[in-house]
Structures are given as C-alpha cells and as structure tokens.
C-alpha cells in the first residue's frame, strides 16, 4: 500500500486539523485578499491555482528529505505540511497581489517552496529549533521573500496609488470572510503539528488567547490612530490576525494564558502601527510596495515570534536552545532575503507576461469580465 | 501545567464541537447581521470586537464558580462555555444594533455576561434543571435581556422606520452566509456539552431533525403571509433557525425524531409570525425597536424550548424535576428582564457616545468608509 | 431508546466527516448556484429549502431498505447517507435553475429520491458495485436526471439566452464561495461511507490529489480555449471539482497517487472543454438548457468516475467484477434517464406554477426583492 497509516485517534484528530488549515488557505488567504474592489476573481482563483499547485511541489519537496525506502509517502502529516509550504507562497503573493501574471506566480511559487524546504530541514532538522506555528519559517520567511520580490519589481509609476488598488464596501465584506476564517481556525494551524496531545492542547489555548487579546488592541490602536476614533477595516481585516502569527514559535510552550494574551496584544499594537506609519514610508523611501501589508501581518509579528521563542526557551519553557532560536530566525530571515531577491530578478526577466503599470490590480486583464 | 487535559477521545470530538460553536459565534452570528444596507462592517466587525472580549471576561465569569486550587484552569469544555456566554451578548446586539456606540456594547457586554454567569449558576448549579441546548440560559435570555436594553435606549424618532434600516440584494446574501452556517452547525451547539457521547449523538439528532422539520414550516408560513405567496428574506434568514432555539432544553432527552420535528415544526410558525405580526406592534405600541427580531429568533423559541423542556421532564424522558425546570425559565427571564433594564439605563447615560437619530444603521459614524 | 450509537472513535471521525459532507450541501451547493445576476436568493434559499425536505424523504426512502426491527433507527451513517441523496437533487436542480417553481422542485425532490434509492439498493446490494464516492449514482444520475428534466421543459423562447441568465462582478465573487468549500471537503464526500479507517485515508488522499490535478489542467485548458489566454469564471467555479466526481468510484482503491492524478487532470480537461463547447450545442440542436452546466460538472466527470472503476477493479485495485461496475453505471445512467424523462413530464402539467418566460432567472416572481 502507499499509503502510511496513522493509529485512529490521532487520525481524528489530525483530520479535523488538517480540514481547518485547508479552510484558511484556500478560504482565508483567498477572500482576505479580494478587498481590492476590482481584483476579487485573480485574488480568490489565483489563490485556488498556486495553492493546489504549491501543495503538489510542497509534498515533493518537503517528502525528498524524508525518503521511505525511495518513496515519498503520504500521511494527513504530511498533507498539512504541505498546506504549510503553500502558505509562505500565498503570503508572498499578497506582498505583489495586482501587479504580477500567472506565470510569474507560479515560478515564485516553484522557487519558493524549494528555498522553503530548504531551510524548513535546517531549522527542524539540524538547528532543532522549535518553532510549532511556524513564526519564523513561515509567516517571517513568506513576508520577507514576498517583500525581497516586491522591491525586485519595484513599479515608480504606482508610486503615488493606483485608482484600483483601494477598496469598495462590498469587497471589504468579503475580505471578512477571509479574515473571520483565519482568526478562527488559527489555533488549528499552530497546533496541527505538535508532538502529543498534551502540547496540541497548550498550543490551541495559547493561540486562542494571543488572538483574543489581539483584537482588543487592533480595535483600540486603530481608533486611537485614525480620524475623529473611527475604525480603519484595513487595520481590523489584518491586524487582528497578528497574534495568531506573534504566538506561533511560542504556542506549544508553557507559558501560560498571561504570556500568550501579551504576545498577542503587543502584536496588534504593532501590526496596526506598522499599516498607518511604516507601509507609506516602505513604499516612498525604500520602493517595497506590498499591498496586503504582509510585512505587518506575517513580517514583524513573525520576528516578534522568533524574539518571543528565544527568550521563552531561555527562560525554560521548553526544551531547546535560545542560541539555536535565534539562528533560525536569521536562517529564516536570510534565506527569505536572499531567496526573494534572486526569485525576484527572475520574475523580472520580459517574457512572463507581468502586466503594464495600467492594467495592475485589475482583474480584465486575466479574466473574461463582465461590467 | 496550567491546563487541565481530558481524555484523547474525548478531546477530539469536543475540539470539533468548539470549532463548530466557535463558526456559529464569529461567522454565524456576524455575518447574519449584515443584512441592514450600510451596516456590514459593525455587523461582522462589532461582532469578532465584542466577542473576542466577551470570551475573556465569559472565562474569568464562569470560572470564578469553578476554581481549583485558587486558579482558573482552561479547557476546551471552558471554552466552549465561554463561547456560550458570547452568545447571549451577541443575541441582545442583535435587538440594539444600529443604535449602540461600541463603548455602550462593551459596557453591555461586562453586564450581560455577569449576570449570565449568575444565572447559570443557579440554573445548573442550584436549580439542577437541564438546558443542554440553552434554550433558557442563552437563548431566552440574551433575547429579553436586549429587549429590555432596547425598550430603555427608545428612540421615538425612529418609529417611522429609519432610510438606512434595512436591506439590499448582496446584504441580504451576505447575511444567508451566516444563517447557513448557524443552520448547519447547530446541532454542535446543543450536543457540545452533553454529559456523555450517547446524549451527544441524540442532541444531534434531535436537533437535525427540529431544524430540518422548522425549515418547512417557516418557508410555508412566510409564503402564506406574504403578498401573492411570495418569500421574505427575513424570515428565511431567522425563522429556519427557530428549531434549533427551540429544541435546545429537550435536545438531549429521548423525545424521538417526531418530538423533536414537532418542537421544530411549532417553532418556525411562531418564529415567522412572530416577525409579521408582532415586531411591529412591539415597535408601535411598546417601544420596543428589535433591529433583528431576536425577540422571533430567540425570544420566543426560548420560552417554546423552556417550555417543552417542562413538558418533557413531566413526562420522564430525563431525569429532572418539572418544578426546576419551570423556576429555571422563570429565573432567566427574571434575571434577563431586570439586568437588561438596569443595563439599558447605564447604557443610556449621555457620555458613551450613542450615535444621534440620523446617524443610526450607518456605518460612516464609525468606520472609515469610502463610497 | 431510538437511536444507533457507533463506537467512540467512529462517531468522532464520522461527525467531523458528516459535518463537511453537510457544509458542501448547504454552502457549497448553494452558493454554487449564486452566480446568476438575479437569482441569488433563490439560489441559496431554494437550496436550502430542498435540502431540508430532501433530507427527511431520503432518511425514510433509504430506510425502508434496511428496517430494524419495523423501525427505520437514525445514525451518523446514515445521515451522511440522507445528505448524500440530497446531493442527486441539487446537482439536477443546477440543470433547472431559474426555469422552475418552488413546488415543481418540491415534486421533483419526491420523485428523484424515490428512484434515486431503488437505483442505490441495486447498486450497493443486488449488484454489489464499488461506488465509494458516488461518481455513478450520485452525479452521474443527478445530470443526466435533471438533464432529462430539462429536455421536458424545453423553452423555445430562451434559445437565444436570457438577459437575467448571466452573473456580474459580486455574484461572481458569491458563487466562488461554493466553489471553494466544495473543493476543500470533496475529500470527506468520498470518504465518508468508506468501509475501514484505512479505506477512508485511501480515498482522502486519492480524493486532494485528483482535485490537485484537476485545477491545474482546468486553469491550463481554460486559458487555453478563451480568446487572448484569459480565464473564465464559469469553467473555475466549476471544472476544478470534476476531478472530485471522477475519483469518486475508484476513491477507495488502491490507485496510487499518480492514478488519482491522472483521473483528476483529464476530468478538469473533459469538464472545461464541454463547457466550451458541449453546453452550446446542447441547448442549440437538442433542446438541452442546463443553467449550472451540470452535465459538465457531474455527468461526464460521473461517467469518467465509472470507467475509472470498471478498470480499476478489471486491474485488481479493488475486489468486485468489473461486468457489475459495467452494470452499475448502465442502471445509474438508466434509472436517470428513464425516471428524469417521466419526472419532468410530471412537472410540465399546467397547475405547478412554473414561471412564464420573461420572468426566468428572477428572483422578484418568488421573493420579496428591494431594487
């Protein structure tokens, strides 16, 4: 038989885990993205083709490591792996949503999930880094590729916006859908490759509180910041997810309610800071245009949960090494940089279709659309 | 270790009930509400705010009746609790909504949930009724609880309906999101917290069987009522759903399918006759303004659920005393009546920012919205 | 007491399996058929409405085949069973979208199910075919039965299309809804009823990786066939799930990964292709209008599905004979056409209410709708 088959509870389990992580990506970060008013079809169909494809190359690459008798086999483990490498592209994608073709993506995504795996075994495998929600390999790894190939296909003509990369209010309802998705099935996605039962526990409520808390201060930050106390949909759309990332390395650790509940809080602070002061200057100063906001959403609060990890592993609250925590988040961060530069000078080569400055965020251009 | 960890089995088919409970609080309840035409982001934005607090202060509510050792310990069965107590708040949101500033629902939410966890404790503690479905505790309720916060915040202005309370073809699609959601997951909800996994399965089923029996009754009575035998949207979207409140006491008590049908079937009719005939004349004559019809969905199914709940213990079917059982209604519409009319008139005091007359169901006064 | 308990573990995977199987007919399903311009709330709502009925008539009708003790005795098994019989009416409700009454479809839930279960027996229990995931008497059946339906209601008069029989941007963006929570739990559809624990893992996993497939040669060939390389919705919304109807008979087997794959890539290429091309002729020289495309989507993926099996099962993958699996589909394909065609003269007769023409694919003759 090819396929291995796990003892029966775990299976329940793992299933019902592995349902949830496919809700949030092909739901979650497909809907998140269809806030721009006219790029829904590309943000929640693209979403389906890199996300089915990525899970097919994900299996490949992450199973080439792991050969059983020459064979790659399949187990729901390995099916939520999978989803996992699929999510550092879709974050990725956020980063270029609307101004990149087809073609370009599925490259990323090819280039992507082999640096992904990459550095996936050297962090699990040679550092012995502990990193359950994937913080670091994936939420800081797929922001900072996402942002390395942004900056490669830096456009000086959308320097000053684009009349389509904005909003409508029905677009943003259906963003909602992605988000509350997320939001919900994120104590799932840090907790669907713990050890034993007892850390899928812990990781469950620690990512139930982080998020928790989170919104609180997405909602009161976004107030605070934003004209006459009203709420800014952009801030709550992604902000109140950053928690879920922040609390990631940490989840399965002991750190109890109070701890989690901090980590998320800090990271709706700095989520919803990061999308009204850092997002404008990252697009004037430095050319990174990242239209999601991925670098506040999965960037700083991953790095946040790579800094959370270190210091919990050095204060005991779980075995390991916080020097080897901290080298897993630089190998993160480095091989998103570098990969993402390299990815991004190849999505830059001419004939790959990328669509003229005009066209962007603009779903005609790829799809039969009726006004 | 600060969590307490229950058995595997269990453990798997409980986390599946929570996610299922938790989609009916953050999806269900959230998207339900964006039928009104310039509402949606408070209806789903409000609603994932007011939540993710409630949980918390529902956790430390209830927990306070449950402490071990001088600490509160978390369970996935506690948070599901803690989802149920968010329900009661987001069922009297439901009666205020378009009318309430998001510090007047936070207040609200610190009150409602109090008294909640006060009530519960008698009903379950002291009363030793059964309500596994919380037909009494949550549904009945949140329901008079929010009519009575209703009744205090009056707006005589608004007698005459308001331009903005009301619907237009894509909310009134975006609120079906949230009522098939509910419809689907409520047999989760009245079975999540069932003493054993045989009641499990039949509050299952017998909740299956209520809701699918109130599908038809609701559709038959809203074609009867309404002009040239057609639909009406609000009472597809709330009416389907009566089943579910209604059944809840008896879900988990032997009543077979045809009781359980029967409680649905009764539960649809009075549900959509309730919002034709009734809603207008709670507005008219008694100054109730119930924005959702909570008093259709919730209000009086819970006291059919309570009812049938007395019934069915006279009759044997669990063990109980019908006496309790009666106090226990008694007692949440008691506490429901009197906390919501001190909670409306804290409510109504003038510095928490409630939105003046023309402001009301409009979503410009608090979120930044582009038209 | 009334009702069947199955052993812990079985009830929890089968809840979990259950509760997918439910969301793909009440959201999938429904929001599937939203992408009509017009027609959303009778899409969803409709849906919803069969459903409900057609789950109580198939509980009965699949019962009355396996009575225990005079008692039709209500299980998990069987109520994905119940929801699985619905699935034969939605899919010929897609053929009929927008051109029939609330009480033809009553009728036509009636009748369809009826058959619908005599059709299964034989299969299951006189012929003893594999049919795990129903390609052959679920989709297979529900095309071609409500296929034959449509040939009966044959309107001249819309063979020049109709103006309300198109979507736009959002009703789009609705119907992807469907799409995708279809995509994501296919795998429980093929899964549920599977014999073993080691069956069931079998036929998720073949079950992702024909989906997997299928999206990418349904995106390829969309590109492929529309003018200037772009993609049209209708062919994502749809022919990206044929790779679940086609692995559906052979889901259980022991196809391999690349089996799957292959099942899955060439259902997405047949599925796309005939909505390109089949569709049209259909409707032009046979009298054939199918709103939903059903015949793409269900009825030739079926047919795949079928072949596949007598194949496999010829191959050794599974014990049967492959001359039964012949038999299978011919009873499947038999049983739909015959019993579709005598259906759908029922449903001609003058007193059902069946829409004049002009007010096809419009909600406004059913519903109470605010423009």
Redesign the interface.
Known sequence: ???T?TH??I???S??MF??V??MI??GF??LM?FLKRY??SS??LN??LA??A??WGLIMQGLWHLDDGKIK?S?FK?INADFSTATVLISFGAVLGKTS?VQLLIMTILEITIFSINEHLVAEILEANDVGASMIIHAFGAYFGLAVARMLYRPALRNSHEND?????S???A??G???L???WP?FNSAIAES??DQ??A??NT??S???C??SA?AVSSLV??KG????VH?QNA?LAGGVAVGTCADM?I??FGAMIIGFVAGIVSTLGFKFLTPILASNLGIQDTCGVHNLHGMPGILGGIAGIVAVALGKKNGSAAMQGAALASSLGFALVGGTITGLIMKLPFWGQPPDQNCFDDSI??????
Not at 166 to 170: F, K, L, P, Q, R
Not at 366 to 371: A, K, L, Q, S
Request: net charge negative; proline share 2%; hydrophobic share 55%.
């Open positions: 038989r090819t396929y088959h029966t509870h299976w329940s389990v299933w019902a349902q949830d496919h809700v092909f739901i497909g809907f269809t829904g079809f929640v169909g389906l083709l089915a494809f899970l097919q399949v729901i099916m087809p904005g909003s409508v209010y029905h943003d309802l259906f909602m859908i988000t509350v998705f939001w919900m099935f799932s039962g007892t526990l812990m469950v409520t139930y509180f998020l928790a808390a919104v609180l909602y934003e004209h009203k709420l800014d949909m709550i109140t002991d109890g309610p790829y799809w039969e659309v009726i006004i």
